[in-house]
């Protein structure tokens, strides 16, 4: 694929991006969501990412002048995490991801976000995913109210 000049590369992750991988999702998190409790701790981040993210799950990042600028996580048929760096918001990195999830699971997507994070409900909608469902977030670590979302082709 063309990348044009100045645009991130997108690429499966490996264990030499751990640590970049991780840091972007801590910063993405933190700016995104600064009323959501996080559940762990940032070494304990770092250890999930190092111990199960990247070796047991299909994780892509988005690569810019040598640094990890965002990160997205498949996994069956979910799109488990979409984090970008916070200075790459809104610059079509997150749509890129998004065809990318879309060309891997061609039959359907599914994913959580969180009902306070109305930025990417209206992300998720403009590509195609429609609300399926609300919860009161008893299932979810943050103990914060979700919503869950699916794309069908």
């Known amino acids: 694929m063309d990348i ?45 990412f190092r111990y199960v993210v990247i070796p047991e799950r299909e994780t892509w990042v988005a690569e810019a002048a040598g640094e990890i600028v965002g990160m997205m996580v498949l996994h069956e048929n979910r799109l488990d995490q979409l984090y970008l760096a916070p200075d790459w918001r809104g610059r079509g990195l997150g749509d890129r991801f998004v065809t990318l999830a879309k060309e891997r699971f061609p039959s359907g997507l599914d994913l959580w976000t969180f009902q306070v994070n109305t930025p990417a409900h209206r992300f998720y909608e403009r590509h195609g995913f429609a609300e399926a469902e609300r919860t009161d977030g008893a299932a979810n670590e943050e103990r914060e109210p979700d919503v869950r979302y699916v794309w069908r082709p």
């Open 4 to 48: 044009p000049d100045g645009e991130p590369l997108i690429r499966r992750a490996t264990s030499a991006d751990v640590v970049g991988t991780a840091e972007t999702w801590l910063r993405s998190y933190d700016a995104a969501l600064p009323t959501v409790r996080r559940a762990h701790t940032d070494d304990e981040v770092r250890d999930y």
